[in-house]
């Protein structure tokens, strides 16, 4: 049904930039959100950004402000997660999510892609 594939983590030095990409397929809804989230061992996964499939909202999480970017292109089924002036504390797996229109809850996710900051 939903299918999301994550791309675009690596090894950085501190202050570089990536941007990650999740490729998108069974999202069809304007309603539909698509959020990036982030899990270190030993922590629960973190929630760090959300777009709306149709553009009418994006939401940040208050500790992410400034520096992540998320956005999407629709005809390319595609949401990113731009990542400025990275920190070794943003080490991490980060996964992307959906939510369909009629749930709360995230319930669809990939498989995650490593982000790896040295310092």
């Known amino acids: 049904q939903v299918q999301l594939i994550e791309s675009g983590g690596g090894l950085v030095q501190a202050g570089d930039s990536l941007r990650l990409s999740c490729a998108a397929s069974g999202l069809t809804g304007s309603n539909d959100d698509v959020g990036w989230f982030r899990q270190v061992p030993g922590k629960e996964r973190e929630f760090v950004a959300g777009?709306?499939?149709?553009?009418?909202?994006?939401f940040y999480a208050d500790s992410m402000t400034g520096q992540f970017t998320i956005s999407r292109d629709n005809g390319k089924n595609t949401v990113y997660l731009q990542m400025n002036s990275l920190k070794p504390e943003d080490t991490a797996v980060y996964y992307c999510?959906?939510?369909?229109?009629?749930?709360?809850?995230?319930?669809?996710w990939g498989q995650g892609t490593q982000v790896t900051v040295s310092s």
């Open positions: 777009i709306n499939w149709g553009g009418n909202g994006i």
């Open positions: 999510a959906a939510r369909l229109a009629h749930r709360f809850e995230y319930d669809y």
